[in-house]
């Protein structure tokens, strides 16, 4: 009678462990993805877990691309994992704070609010360093859209 308390019990201790992490959210989205190096558009899923955020962009019912953000890395199916500064400074720009990516996706402010201005629906940011980058954000009903004149970078989200 132990022995098969001792294995179910390990058998449950087992197959938990096995499990993939609990999905707090998803959502369905349609995303532009434009940078010197990346190019894509179509539409995908967000999901959101605990420690990170997934999206799988799909184009005839085919994944296509899986971006996977964590706290400290940056997983693309186009380049390997790397931390959030080094594929900002391969992939959009050095000068960007690291978590920007992220915050483009989440459509939650950039630069600490710098320069925002709210609006009934959301929020504008017009945010230029010289030489470095010229971003307008906005972020209205649902959608975002980040453009980067300098640097010719396109981000959209848009929540359907």
Request: hydrophobic share 40%.
């Amino acid at each position: 009678m132990k022995g098969r308390v001792l294995f179910l019990f390990l058998f449950l201790f087992f197959l938990v462990g096995c499990t993939s992490p609990a999905i707090k959210d998803q959502k369905t989205i349609f995303m532009t993805f434009k940078a010197p190096s990346v190019g894509y558009a179509d539409t995908g899923f967000l999901y959101k877990y605990q420690d990170f955020i997934k999206l799988q962009m799909y184009a005839n019912a085919n994944p296509v691309v899986s971006l996977k953000i964590s706290k400290e890395s940056i997983c693309m199916s186009f380049f390997e994992c790397m931390s959030k500064e080094e594929f900002n400074k391969q992939v959009l720009s050095n000068y960007y704070p690291k978590d920007i990516l992220e915050d483009i996706i989440m459509q939650r402010e950039l630069f600490n609010g710098e320069h925002m201005i709210k609006k009934r629906n959301g929020f504008t940011q017009n945010i230029a360093k010289e030489g470095r980058y010229d971003i307008r954000y906005e972020v209205l009903n649902g959608a975002s859209i980040f453009h980067d004149t300098i640097n010719n970078i396109t981000i959209r989200v848009e929540y359907l």
